[in-house]
T-cell receptor
Framework: DTAVSQTPKYLVTQMGNDKSIKCEQNLGHDTMYWYKQDSKKFLKIMFSYNNKELIINETVPNRFSPKSPDKAHLNLHINSLELGDSAVYFCASSQGLGVYQPQHFGDGTRLSIL | AQKITQTQPGMFVQEKEAVTLDCTYD???????LFWYKQPSSGEMIFLIY??????QNATEGRYSLNFQKARKSANLVISASQLGDSAMYFC??????????????????FGQGTILTVHP
């Protein structure tokens, strides 16, 4: 009965490859997010979808493309992986955009580029 | 300017004692939310507690309480009766309204740098 689940948990791949991370939430939330946590543990928003509509697109290279097939799913596809993409990627969800709504996170996907 | 500042890179506490983790924030909004998350060494992000800017009472959730001082723009996390399992990284975060239509702050959480808490037996 995991609330926000991401797959895979670990992803080890070579530079130049294309990879995807999947995220699903069963909380009935209508808003989902992708965050990146760097090697210094700093967390930063990448994208957000509200009712399948992209509403936040921070300064992220075009190689990163999110897709939300429905409100419960938000996937992240990364083209031409680079060494600097190594990080932990977190999916999160919330009910709406209200400032008082907490975001619930998945367990993270640790991406390592060789 | 940093939106969220956690000035303690690391904190140590004896088991069963209370500890306060500091967090200050910067916003010109009247309506905002403040959140604390725990990240154990296993890596997941666990939501602990939140405080709304209009809430007059400090938030409490079990052993966690939030010492909210609006005039000082601080939202410190207090953990009472520390347990060994409390050893983790703790993040303070803020959620603001969009500053204007189409503003990129729409709904995102802005995080502090984190504080590593170590509980000693």
């Amino acid at each position: 009965d995991t609330a926000v689940s991401q797959t895979p948990k670990y992803l080890v791949t070579q530079m130049g490859n294309d990879k995807s991370i999947k995220c699903e939430q069963n909380l009935g939330h209508d808003t989902m997010y992708w965050y990146k946590q760097d090697s210094k543990k700093f967390l930063k928003i990448m994208f957000s979808y509200n009712n399948k509509e992209l509403i936040i697109n921070e300064t992220v290279p075009n190689r990163f493309s999110p897709k939300s097939p429905d409100k419960a799913h938000l996937n992240l596809h990364i083209n031409s992986l680079e060494l600097g993409d190594s990080a932990v990627y977190f999916c999160a969800s919330s009910q709406g955009l209200g400032v008082y709504q907490p975001q619930h996170f998945g367990d993270g996907t640790r991406l390592s580029i060789l | 300017a940093q939106k969220i500042t956690q000035t303690q890179p690391g904190m140590f506490v004896q088991e069963k004692e209370a500890v306060t983790l500091d967090c200050t924030y910067d916003t010109s909004d009247q309506s905002y939310g403040l959140f604390w998350y725990k990240q154990p060494s296993s890596g997941e992000m666990i939501f602990l507690i939140y405080q709304g800017s209009y809430d007059e009472q400090n938030a409490t959730e079990g052993r966690y309480s939030l010492n909210f001082q609006k005039a000082r723009k601080s939202a410190n996390l207090v953990i009472s009766a520390s347990q060994l399992g409390d050893s983790a990284m703790y993040f303070c975060a803020m959620r603001e309204r969009p500053s204007k239509a189409g503003g990129t702050s729409y709904g995102k959480l802005t995080f502090g740098q984190g504080t590593i808490l170590t509980v000693h037996p």
